[in-house]
C-alpha cells in the first residue's frame, strides 16, 4: 500500500489540497488522514489526476501497431508512459486484409507486463471513403466486412467508420445489435449532413479527429462537422497538435461539446521521436517541425505527446484544470465503459502526477510506480 502526500489532487470535478490518496493496484481511498503501515511519495505540490488515456494511437518510439510484433506494443506502451498515458488503444490502419488480421491477433495473444495498458484496439478503416482517405491508402479501403473482424470482436472497442459507403448501414446495424459495446465513430468520411444526421440513429455516436479528413463546413452545407456540433449526445475528439485544427476553434468546441469532447494524438511511429523519415501505413512519411506529413504534403497523424495536447488546449482556452484533464479521463473512459479513468476508491489505480508545464514526474500504472 502507497499514499502520495502533498498532491493537489485533480478529480473529474475539483482539485482538492489537503487530502492523501492511498492505493495499491486499486484506489484505495482519498482521505485527509494517512492510513497507518503505508509507504509515503511525497508529491511537493505537484498535480496528481487520473493517468491519461489515449483512444487513438498507432506507434510511438520507432515502432507502430502495424507491425503486428508483440516487441512494437511494449515500446510504444513504455515510450508513451512518460507523456502521462497509462492505458489506450491501439489504433490499426487501412492496410491489406492479411496485415490487419496480424495486428489484431497480436493485440488479442499479447501478454503485457509493463508500461501503459493495450485496452482494446480502435480499427481506423478499412470501411472508409476513398475520398477522404487522408494518410490512410486507399489501395486497401473495403466495404464495410463483419468477417474481416469477427474474430476480434472482444478487443475491438471502437470502429471508424464513412457511414455513407454501400453496406455501412447494415454493418452498423449488426455492430449495433450484436457488439454495443463497440463505439462507432464517424470519420474518413464525406457524408452529407443528412447522411451523417441518419447514421447517429443507426448507432454511430462519436467522431474521428473532428474536421480532418472530412468535408468542412460551410454555412449552408454544413456536412459532418455541422451534424456533430449540432447532437448534444454525440462525442467526438480532435487533435490539438496546434497544426491539424486552428486553435481558435478549441474555445469554441469545448462550449459546444463540453463533456463530449476527448483530445487524442493519432500519433504514429515517430512519435516521441526526433524528426526525420519514418513511415505510416506502408507510406513514406516525413516529419519535420513537430509535423508529420506524406510526401504528396498530406498530414500523416501526428507526433503529439498527450501531455502536449493538455498543454496546447489549456493555453487557447480558460477552463478550469478539472474540465481539461476530464477530456482525456472521465470523459473517454466514460465513452469507451472502461473501469479507468476516475480517481475514486475502488477504480484501477493509474494515477500521473505532473507539474504546471504539464511535464511528467510520475506515472502509475495498476499501482506500478514508473519516475521520470
Ligand atoms: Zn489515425
Given at each position: 500500500m502507497k499514499s502520495i502526500i502533498n498532491a493537489?489532487?485533480?478529480?473529474?470535478?475539483?482539485?482538492?489540497?489537503?487530502?492523501?490518496?492511498?492505493?495499491?493496484?486499486?484506489?484505495?481511498?482519498?482521505?485527509?488522514?494517512?492510513?497507518?503501515?503505508?509507504?509515503?511519495?511525497?508529491?511537493?505540490?505537484?498535480?496528481?489526476?487520473?493517468?491519461?488515456?489515449?483512444?487513438?494511437?498507432?506507434?510511438?518510439?520507432?515502432?507502430?501497431?502495424?507491425?503486428?510484433?508483440?516487441?512494437?506494443?511494449?515500446?510504444?506502451?513504455?515510450?508513451?508512459?512518460?507523456?502521462?498515458?497509462?492505458?489506450?488503444?491501439?489504433?490499426?490502419?487501412?492496410?491489406?486484409?492479411?496485415?490487419?488480421?496480424?495486428?489484431?491477433?497480436?493485440?488479442?495473444?499479447?501478454?503485457?507486463?509493463?508500461?501503459?495498458?493495450?485496452?482494446?484496439?480502435?480499427?481506423?478503416?478499412?470501411?472508409?471513403?476513398?475520398?477522404?482517405?487522408?494518410?490512410?491508402?486507399?489501395?486497401?479501403?473495403?466495404?464495410?466486412?463483419?468477417?474481416l473482424i469477427e474474430p476480434f470482436m472482444d478487443i475491438v472497442k471502437m470502429i471508424t467508420i464513412?457511414?455513407?459507403?454501400?453496406?455501412?448501414?447494415?454493418?452498423?446495424?449488426?455492430?449495433?445489435?450484436?457488439?454495443?459495446?463497440?463505439?462507432?465513430?464517424?470519420?474518413?468520411?464525406?457524408?452529407?449532413?443528412?447522411?451523417?444526421?441518419?447514421s447517429f440513429s443507426w448507432g454511430v455516436s462519436h467522431a474521428t479527429h473532428l474536421f480532418n479528413a472530412m468535408n468542412p463546413l460551410h454555412h449552408r452545407e454544413v456536412g459532418i462537422v455541422g451534424a456533430i456540433l449540432e447532437a448534444d449526445e454525440v462525442s467526438c475528439d480532435i487533435i490539438a497538435d496546434l497544426i491539424h485544427i486552428h486553435p481558435s476553434l478549441f474555445k469554441l468546441l469545448h462550449r459546444l461539446k463540453r463533456e463530449q469532447l476527448i483530445l487524442i494524438t493519432d500519433a504514429m511511429r515517430a512519435g516521441c521521436l526526433k524528426d526525420g523519415i519514418s513511415e505510416v501505413g506502408g507510406q513514406r512519411v516525413i516529419v519535420k517541425n513537430k509535423e508529420a506529413r506524406l510526401e504528396d504534403g498530406t498530414l500523416a497523424g501526428s507526433v503529439l505527446k498527450l501531455n502536449e495536447a493538455l498543454k496546447n488546449f489549456y493555453k487557447y482556452t480558460n477552463i478550469s484544470l478539472p474540465e481539461l484533464i476530464a477530456m482525456v479521463t472521465s470523459i473517454p473512459a466514460k465513452r469507451l465503459g472502461l473501469d479507468v479513468g476516475i480517481l475514486e476508491k475502488g477504480y484501477v489505480a493509474d494515477l500521473v502526477l505532473f507539474d504546471e508545464g504539464f511535464e511528467i514526474e510520475l506515472v502509475v500504472v495498476q499501482g506500478r510506480l514508473y519516475s521520470f
Open positions: 493537489k489532487i485533480v478529480t473529474s470535478k475539483e482539485v482538492l489540497e489537503g487530502y492523501v490518496l492511498t492505493f495499491d493496484k486499486k484506489i484505495i481511498s482519498i482521505a485527509k488522514e494517512i492510513p497507518k503501515d503505508t509507504e509515503l511519495i511525497d508529491a511537493k505540490g505537484l498535480y496528481l489526476s487520473a493517468g491519461f488515456i489515449d483512444i487513438h494511437i498507432h506507434g510511438s518510439n520507432g515502432y507502430d501497431v502495424m507491425d503486428a510484433t508483440p516487441k512494437a506494443l511494449e515500446e510504444i506502451s513504455k515510450s508513451i508512459l512518460r507523456t502521462g498515458t497509462t492505458s489506450f488503444l491501439a489504433t490499426t490502419m487501412t492496410m491489406s486484409q492479411e496485415q490487419i488480421t496480424k495486428a489484431l491477433q497480436n493485440v488479442k495473444d499479447f501478454n503485457q507486463k509493463e508500461g501503459a495498458r493495450v485496452l482494446g484496439v480502435h480499427l481506423e478503416g478499412p470501411f472508409i471513403n476513398p475520398i477522404k482517405h487522408g494518410a490512410q491508402d486507399p489501395n486497401h479501403i473495403q466495404k464495410p466486412n463483419i468477417e464513412a457511414p455513407e459507403v454501400e453496406g455501412a448501414e447494415e454493418f452498423i446495424g449488426y455492430i449495433k445489435e450484436h457488439f454495443p459495446h463497440i463505439v462507432l465513430s464517424i470519420g474518413h468520411s464525406n457524408a452529407t449532413y443528412n447522411e451523417a444526421k441518419e
